[in-house]
């Protein structure tokens, strides 16, 4: 089994940075795909970024493409997404996930099992 855990969140002002952290435990997360999702109050959960295994493969959704970046250390067990430029609609929970899903799906949530428990991002106008 895979355990994940966020952190970095905070509150911060348009055109601020954070980076958030994704601690995971299991052995075999380091061969899992890794997307980060965020969902605002009253709106569904969306694909923010996805990373694959060995890092090497990466894809952004449109609206976070040339602000954010995901990145993983395998050795650490750590996946990051440092968001550049942030803006009052980036506000939302950050979730990262895992899974051993097909790259052309890593877009959708309901493709990734294992799941932390969220990191809140505001971002103040």
């Known amino acids: 089994q895979v355990q994940l855990v966020e952190s970095g969140g905070g509150l911060v002002q348009a055109g601020g940075s954070l980076r958030l952290s994704c601690a995971a435990s299991g052995r075999t997360f380091s061969s899992y795909t890794v997307g980060w999702f965020r969902q605002a109050p009253g709106k569904v959960r969306e694909f923010v970024a996805a990373?694959?295994?060995?890092?090497?493969?990466?894809y952004y959704a449109e609206p976070v493409k040339g602000r954010f970046t995901i990145s993983r250390d395998n050795a650490k067990n750590m996946v990051y997404l440092q968001m550049n430029s942030l803006k009052p609609e980036d506000t939302a929970v950050y979730y990262c996930a895992a899974d051993a899903v097909l790259w052309a799906l890593a877009t959708v949530w309901d493709q990734y099992d294992y799941w932390g428990q969220g990191t809140q991002v505001t971002v103040s106008s």
């Open positions: 990373i694959s295994w060995r890092g090497v493969n990466t």
